[in-house]
Nanobody
Framework: QVQLVESGGGLVQAGGSLRLSCTASGLTFDDYVIGWVRQAPGKEREGIAS????????NYAESVEARFTISSDDGKNTVYLQMNNLKPEDTADYFCAAGPRFTAYSGRVYISNPDQFTYWGQGTQVTVSS
């Protein structure tokens, strides 16, 4: 049984930072792309970052590149999302998601089409106050 468990959300002022964590179990870490997807109220899901331990492929959405950093501790099957210089428009529910890694470009595909992720965590809320 695949499980993705997120932690680290909360309330922060604009310009502040948060770090989200996602620990995966029940899957072979190297065979999957692990990504972060967010959904703001009334908006569609947005894929924002992805990581594949097989090849170390990392991808970002333009909306967060240069402010967010995805990293991992492969030994712990854990992926992190360091979010810096947060803005009120970053307010959303953030989900960890996993999907099969088919090629080195799979991460980009999942960011563009986040609904294609296979497994999802329960989500964690991030609220950025102005």
């Amino acid at each position: 049984q695949v499980q993705l468990v997120e932690s680290g959300g909360g309330l922060v002022q604009a310009g502040g930072s948060l770090r989200l964590s996602c620990t995966a179990s029940g899957l072979t870490f190297d065979d999957y792309v692990i990504g972060w997807v967010r959904q703001a109220p009334g908006k569609e899901r947005e894929g924002i970052a992805s990581y594949s331990s097989n090849g170390g492929n990392i991808n970002y959405a333009e909306s967060v590149e240069a402010r967010f950093t995805i990293s991992s501790d492969d030994g712990k099957n854990t992926v992190y999302l360091q979010m810096n210089n947060l803005k009120p428009e970053d307010t959303a529910d953030y989900f960890c998601a996993a999907g099969p890694r088919f090629t080195a470009y799979s991460g980009r595909v999942y960011i563009s089409n986040p609904d294609q992720f296979t497994y999802w965590g329960q989500g964690t809320q991030v609220t950025v106050s102005s």
